[in-house]
């Protein structure tokens, strides 16, 4: 019952779009289950995957994480080769296109007004050549608490060298 999984992979509520958190509630109440969530109201659209900057999902519904910039700056361990290279472009960390240009986020998604969840300019905008030459300290000091522990350190660096390089 919390949506359908759109052609890029991710859940999509009809009426908060996929920029969600999914939470688990552990209880022994008796509660009744919601129906599942049978529709897929993609219908015929492709913006999602016509958007993606590095054709990532071959068909609907295929997303080949090799090419996801996400999954590129934030899951992958080691080194990029040339093309995982190339395929980060200017993304230091993650990529939500194929989630910015989705018809149910651009009517249904609102903004969070939870200070919590506020961009920090640090991450929303990180100094890429400090992060080249932060040591593990000053990385857990200025980044623990944000979603670029992720990657850590070694995973950041290799981001920031990846975009730094593409600038030159």
């Known amino acids: 019952g919390l949506g359908w999984i759109g052609k890029n992979m991710m859940l999509i509520h009809p009426e908060i779009g996929s ?3 999914i939470g688990v509630v552990l209880t022994d109440a008796g509660l009744a ?8 109201r ?14 990532a999902f071959p068909e609907p ?3 080949d994480a090799t090419r996801c910039i996400s999954y590129l700056t934030i899951e992958h361990r080691g080194d990029f080769n040339d ?3 190339a395929d980060v472009g200017e993304w230091a960390f993650g990529c939500d296109v194929c989630q910015d240009v989705c018809p149910w986020n651009e009517s249904f998604a609102l903004p969070t007004t939870d200070a919590a969840f506020a961009p920090r300019a640090d991450v929303r905008a990180p100094d890429l ?4 030459e932060m040591d593990q300290d000053a990385f857990a000091r ?11 350190l070694e995973g950041m660096r290799r981001n920031a060298v990846a975009v730094l390089a593409r600038r030159e």
């Open 19 to 21: 920029f969600t958190f």
């Open 33 to 40: 289950g919601d129906l599942p969530f049978d529709a897929d």
């Open 42 to 55: 993609c219908g015929t659209c492709r913006r999602c995957l016509d958007a993606c900057p590095t054709d």
């Open 61 to 63: 519904h295929v997303l």
């Open 83 to 85: 093309q995982q290279r």
């Open 129 to 132: 050549p400090a992060l080249v």
């Open 142 to 152: 200025r980044y623990g608490d944000t979603p670029f522990a992720r990657p850590g």
